[in-house]
């Protein structure tokens, strides 16, 4: 069994991002195991707490722990990634050394209405997983754009979107088994 944390930096209800990452699992073999990490109880990183962290932040940092790779997926805030994924992403690297993050194989994907589809978010957020040493699926890129058929009535994807977000997975879950530790 593979195991994926599925990062979603989004914590609206109605995230389209959240609609996303749920139809990437419906795309996945049965063998492929996803676990959703909760970031929404996290507080504001502060290294003064690093010898004692918050017990969400040790969750968190257990969950990555736990899984063989990482789904980001991601909206577009201000032309970056949100202010809570980054505070996560801080918390499960500290503290200097003791990284949750290090070495595992991560995918980036994001989609939003706007023409962009998340890629100046994803170009930051691809910078931060680099220096987190993660290494992290290059092609394809994927910056979808929300239509009026991307997803269907199920939450599952349209047939517009599901071809390449099919292919996108297929690749990620081949680079994750070139590269599980």
Known sequence: MTSIAMIVGSLRAESINRQLAVAITRLAPREVEFTWPDLSALPLYNQDDDPNPPEAAVALKQ???????VIFVSPEYNRSISGMLKNALDHASRPYGKSAWAGKPAAVIGITAGMSGTAMAQQHLRNVLAALDMPTLAHPEAFLRLREDTFTADDG????????VQKWLDTYLAFLARNIG
């Open 157 to 164: 994807l349209g047939e517009t979107s599901r071809p390449f």
């Open 63 to 69: 969950a990555i722990r736990d899984a063989d790779g």
